[in-house]
C-alpha cells in the first residue's frame, strides 16, 4: 500500500519534487512522440500529481479496484499525460508506450477513459468531475468506508453551473471524505481565462467548503494543504492551487499559447536539456 | 402517494394502481442493499416517496440540479450502490443529457433513470411534457430505453432495470395508474410481445398508447375490423425480429405512440421493416413536430389524436 501519512520532513518534500521532476521528463517523452499535446497543463499540475500519487492516496497499484482505496479523479480529461506520466512510474502502465500518448490505436489516449486500469472516471466533458466525487464520497459514508475522494478540477470548470450544483451537494452531505483541487493555472481553450471566476477561494467559502490557496508548484505548500484537508469535520475541503503553466520548462512558461502545445522536432532536445539544467 | 395528480386520462372505475414505482422500488430495496433513490427537487412528484420513508438513510435529494443528480448517481454506482434517480423526464434528458451520456452510458454504470410524465401525461405545458425524451435517450450508445404501459408493467420494469446491466431511462406513469394490459402478459427486458391477436390491421405501440390501443381495438372489434396490438415496450434494444414478424402478417399497418413521431417508435418501426426489405404503407400516429400547450392530458390527447377515440376513427 503506497500512502504514508505522517508529515514529511525536508528530505521527503525534496524526494517528493524529484518525483514531480520525473514525472515532467515522462511528460516531455509523450508530447515528443506525439510532436503536441497538453504539456502546459501537465508540466503545472506535476508537483502535485507526485505529492498525491507518491505521498497522499491509499492505493495498491496491483490492485485499483480495491474499494477501500483513495480515488483521486481527474476531471480534466486533457491531464491525461500527467496521468500517464504518474502511472508510468508506479507500473500501472509500461514506461515503453509513453511515446505512444495520443497515436491512433494507442492505450494512452490524449484524454482519459475510465476503462483503463487506475483512471477514476472519464474525463473530457467539464464540470462532470465534482459531482460524480460527491457521489462516491457518499457512497463511502453511506457504507463507513474511510476511503477518501479527491477531485482535481480545473479554473475553466469553475465557470461550469455544474461544478457549483456539485460544490453545493458537497456541503450540504457533510463530506469531510472530500477534497477538491482547484488548478487555477490562469487559462482555457481560447486563452487566458476569458469569464472573471475570481475570487474563487471565497467561492467556495459561501457555498459551505474549507479552503486554502497556495502556491501550486511548491511541494511542501502543497504538502501541508494536503494535510490540512485530512481533517474530518463534517466540511468538504477545496485547495485552490495557483499553478503556472509549463513550470520547469522557463522556454513553454513564456509561450502565448499555452493551453495546446505544439513543438517543432528541432526544440525536443533544447526544452529536455533544459529541464535537466532547472533541476540540476 | 401523497397529492400526486393522477392520471386524468385514465378511465374511472377501471382497476389502478397509487405509486406502482414506489411500491416496487421498497419491495426491491428489501431485497437488496445496493438500492439508493436520489432526486432533484421532486421527491413528493415521481413516486418515490414510500422509498423514502422505508429507507430513509439511502434516499437523497440534490435540489434543483438534474446535471448533479447524475453525476451524483454515477459517483455511487462507481462505488457499488444501484441508484433509482427520478425527476421529469424533460429534465433528465433535456438538462443533464451530457452527463447521462458521458458520466453513466460511457461507464456502462448501474444508474436506473425514471422520467416522470411522458408525452401529454401531464397538463403543465411543453416545459413539461417529455416528447421526444425517447428519441434523445435511444440515440446514446448502449442505453436501454423503457416505455412501460400500464401499472403492472412499471412494478415488473423496476425490478427488470436491477436485473439490466448498465444504464436505463424508464418513461414513469405516476400516482393513480391504471391496470390495462391482460392479465397473463409479463414484461421481459427487450421483448416485443402481442397483446391482442387480430386479423385486419396490425398496430405496433408503446407505452401509455397500448392502453389506448387497446379500447380502440375493442371499437374495431364491435364496428368489424379485428386489430391485432404488439406492444413495444423496450425501445432500446429494439426488438427488430418481433416487429419483422409482425408486419409480415398485416397489409394495414400503424404505431401509435405519446411521443413525437420523428425519431420515435414508428422511426425505429419504419427503420426496422426498410431493413427488413418490408415496404408497407405505416400509418404513424403520434404527436406532431410541435410543442403543446397547455390543458389536461384527456383533452390534449385527443387533440393530437392519440385518445382511444381518435386512434379508432384513424383506423377503422
Known sequence: MIGNRTPPDSAAIALLQQRAVQLKRNMLVQARGKGQGYLGQGLGIAELFAAMYFHELRYDPQDMTDPDRDRFLVSTGHYAIALWAAFAEIGLIDPAILPTYGADGGQIDMTTFDAVPGVEMTGGSLGQGLGVGVGIALAHKLDGRSARVFVEISDGEVQEGSTWEAAMSGSAFKLDNLVALVDCNGIQADGAIVMNIEPVAQKWQAFGWDVVEIDGNDMAQIVDALNWARAMNQIPKAIVLRTKPGKGLPTLEAREKAHFIRVEQNEWDLLTRELEEQNA | ?316
Request: with cysteine; hydrophobic share 45%; charged share 20%.
Open chain 2, 1 to 316: 402517494m401523497l397529492n400526486s395528480t393522477s392520471n386524468a386520462h385514465a378511465d374511472s372505475g377501471k382497476r389502478s394502481i397509487q405509486a406502482p414505482f414506489g411500491a416496487a422500488l421498497v419491495k426491491l430495496a428489501t431485497h437488496h442493499d445496493d438500492v439508493v433513490g436520489l432526486t432533484a427537487d421532486l421527491g413528493k412528484y415521481t413516486d418515490i416517496m414510500p422509498f423514502a420513508a422505508a429507507f430513509p438513510d439511502r434516499y437523497f435529494n440534490v435540489g434543483m440540479a438534474e446535471q448533479n443528480l447524475i453525476a451524483v448517481a454515477a459517483g455511487m454506482a462507481k462505488a457499488g450502490k444501484t441508484p433509482f434517480v427520478t425527476t421529469y423526464g424533460v429534465f433528465a434528458t433535456r438538462r443533464a443529457y451530457d452527463f447521462i451520456a458521458v458520466a453513466c452510458a460511457h461507464s456502462n454504470l448501474n444508474v436506473k433513470i425514471f422520467g416522470a410524465l411522458p408525452g401529454l401525461t401531464t397538463s403543465y405545458g411543453a416545459s413539461h411534457q417529455a416528447i421526444e425524451d425517447s428519441a434523445l435517450m435511444r440515440a446514446i450508445p448502449g442505453l436501454t430505453v423503457i416505455d412501460p404501459c400500464d401499472a403492472s408493467e412499471i412494478m415488473d420494469v423496476v425490478n427488470a432495470a436491477y436485473d439490466t446491466p448498465g444504464t436505463v431511462y424508464v418513461r414513469l406513469q405516476r400516482g393513480n395508474v391504471p391496470i390495462a394490459l391482460p392479465a397473463d402478459y409479463s414484461f421481459k427486458t427487450g421483448k416485443a410481445q402481442i397483446v391482442k391477436a387480430g386479423s385486419d390491421i396490425g398496430i405496433i405501440s408503446t407505452g401509455i398508447s397500448t392502453a389506448h390501443a387497446l379500447e380502440a381495438a375493442a371499437r374495431l372489434e364491435a364496428s368489424g375490423k379485428s386489430a391485432a396490438i404488439l406492444h413495444v415496450p423496450t425501445l432500446k434494444p429494439f426488438d427488430h425480429a418481433a416487429v419483422v414478424e409482425f408486419a409480415k402478417s398485416f397489409d394495414q399497418l400503424a404505431t401509435v405512440e405519446n411521443h413525437v413521431k420523428e425519431g420515435g417508435l414508428a422511426t425505429q418501426v419504419a427503420e426496422c421493416l426498410f431493413e427488413a426489405g418490408i415496404v408497407r404503407k405505416l400509418q404513424r400516429i403520434g404527436l406532431p413536430d410541435a410543442f403543446v400547450e397547455y390543458g389536461s392530458p384527456a383533452y390534449l390527447m385527443d387533440k393530437y389524436g392519440i385518445s382511444a377515440a381518435k386512434i379508432f376513427e384513424a383506423l377503422r
